[in-house]
């Protein structure tokens, strides 16, 4: 048991599973007792946790908290062998570490129309912004986008919050036929404006919202969410490169200067190509994972 140095009460070293939610086959939700993290979470912001103490690190982005319950939600994609391991934790069980919360959150004061647009399980980090900016008085559209109907994730959650809700499909299965830029550059075509775009979800899906706000001068913000380790900027592996006006290129790290960033000064190519690096890495360990509880 590890103690508080302050009034020697004693503070729990695993945080308890209170809550899970299959959205999808690959996406699940859970809520996490932590009320210190939940004491300070804003939306935008991550944890880093460890399933149990030989586990690797990983990042979340926060997907939601309670405050007066002391708890944190996080949604996540299973991917690789942690979200494996993760996803077998039932309610009542615990896990090891639960840090944060870290990184900038999401700037949304100020703002009176604002369109959010989620791609996928990145829905899962854009619904608090959505609903920051609705109980701030914003007006929000928002545009959700899956490859069909069975990743349908957060549709009720994202109508609560927003005037305009639109759903797209790639396959049309679901909502309407199309990506998310089919309907935002309908709406922008028609005259319609927004103070800021929010896009959060993959990384192509992103610089392709960034090319269609461009010609209308409308700003934009990407989360972005690349390798990350300790999450406070010491292993440099979060690093993203900017392209300023001027042509000049910055170093910064996702997990102190971000995760938002100015989507047209974020190199989406060099992105995509640093995140690819080990995806067949994650698949054999996942696999592994799999095998591993079959047994």
Same mark, same amino acid.
């Given at each position: 048991?590890?103690?508080?140095?302050?009034?020697?009460?004693?503070?729990?070293?695993?945080?308890?599973? *209170?809550?899970?939610?299959?959205? $999808? #086959?690959?996406? !699940?939700?859970?809520?996490?007792?932590?009320?210190? *993290?939940?004491?300070?979470?804003?939306?935008?912001?991550?944890?880093?946790?460890?399933?149990?103490?030989?586990?690797?690190?990983?990042?979340?982005?926060?997907?939601?908290?309670?405050?007066?319950?002391?708890?944190? @939600?996080?949604?996540?994609?299973?991917?690789?062998?942690?979200?494996?391991?993760? $996803?077998?934790?039932?309610?009542?069980?615990?896990? +090891?570490?639960?840090?944060?919360?870290?990184? *900038? #959150? =999401?700037?949304?004061?100020?703002?009176?129309?604002?369109?959010?647009?989620?791609?996928?399980?990145?829905?899962?980090?854009?619904?608090?912004?959505?609903?920051?900016?609705?109980?701030?008085?914003?007006?929000?559209?928002?545009?959700?986008?899956?490859?069909?109907?069975?990743?349908? &994730?957060?549709?009720?959650?994202?109508?609560?919050?927003?005037?305009? +809700?639109?759903?797209?499909?790639?396959?049309?299965?679901?909502? $309407? %036929?199309? $990506?998310? !830029?089919?309907?935002?550059?309908?709406?922008?075509?028609?005259?319609?404006?927004?103070?800021? &775009?929010?896009?959060?979800?993959?990384?192509?899906?992103?610089?392709? *919202?960034?090319? !269609?706000?461009?010609?209308? +001068? &409308?700003?934009?913000?990407?989360?972005?969410?690349?390798?990350?380790?300790?999450? =406070?900027?010491?292993?440099?592996?979060?690093?993203?490169?900017?392209?300023?006006?001027?042509? +000049?290129?910055?170093?910064?790290?996702?997990? &102190?200067?971000?995760?938002?960033?100015?989507?047209?000064?974020?190199?989406?190519?060099?992105?995509?190509?640093?995140?690819?690096?080990?995806?067949?890495?994650?698949?054999? %360990?996942?696999?592994?994972?799999?095998?591993?509880?079959? @047994?």
């Amino acid at each position: 048991m590890v103690y508080n140095h302050l009034n020697k009460e004693p503070l729990a070293t695993m945080f308890e599973i *209170v809550s899970k939610r299959i959205l $999808n #086959p690959t996406v !699940t939700e859970m809520e996490i007792h932590s009320p210190l *993290v939940a004491k300070k979470a804003e939306p935008g912001q991550f944890i880093i946790l460890r399933v149990d103490e030989d586990g690797e690190r990983i990042p979340l982005t926060v997907a939601g908290y309670d405050r007066e319950k002391g708890n944190v @939600k996080i949604i996540f994609q299973i991917v690789g062998a942690t979200t494996e391991k993760l $996803n077998h934790k039932e309610v009542g069980d615990h896990i +090891s570490d639960f840090v944060g919360p870290l990184g *900038v #959150p =999401t700037h949304v004061d100020g703002y009176k129309k604002v369109c959010v647009i989620g791609g996928g399980v990145g829905c899962a980090i854009a619904l608090p912004v959505a609903k920051k900016l609705h109980d701030l008085g914003a007006e929000v559209t928002s545009i959700i986008g899956f490859r069909n109907k069975d990743l349908l &994730i957060l549709e009720d959650e994202f109508k609560e919050v927003s005037k305009k +809700s639109i759903v797209m499909t790639d396959d049309g299965s679901y909502g $309407n %036929k199309g $990506n998310v !830029t089919m309907p935002l550059k309908e709406m922008l075509d028609a005259g319609e404006r927004f103070d800021l &775009i929010i896009a959060i979800g993959p990384l192509i899906m992103m610089k392709f *919202v960034v090319s !269609t706000a461009k010609p209308y +001068s &409308i700003p934009v913000t990407v989360s972005m969410n690349p390798i990350m380790i300790d999450g =406070t900027g010491m292993c440099g592996g979060c690093r993203l490169s900017l392209v300023k006006e001027d042509g +000049s290129r910055v170093m910064k790290f996702a997990c &102190i200067d971000g995760p938002d960033f100015n989507g047209y000064e974020v190199d989406f190519d060099e992105a995509m190509m640093r995140n690819r690096q080990y995806s067949d890495f994650e698949k054999k %360990k996942r696999e592994e994972t799999c095998n591993l509880f079959k @047994k």
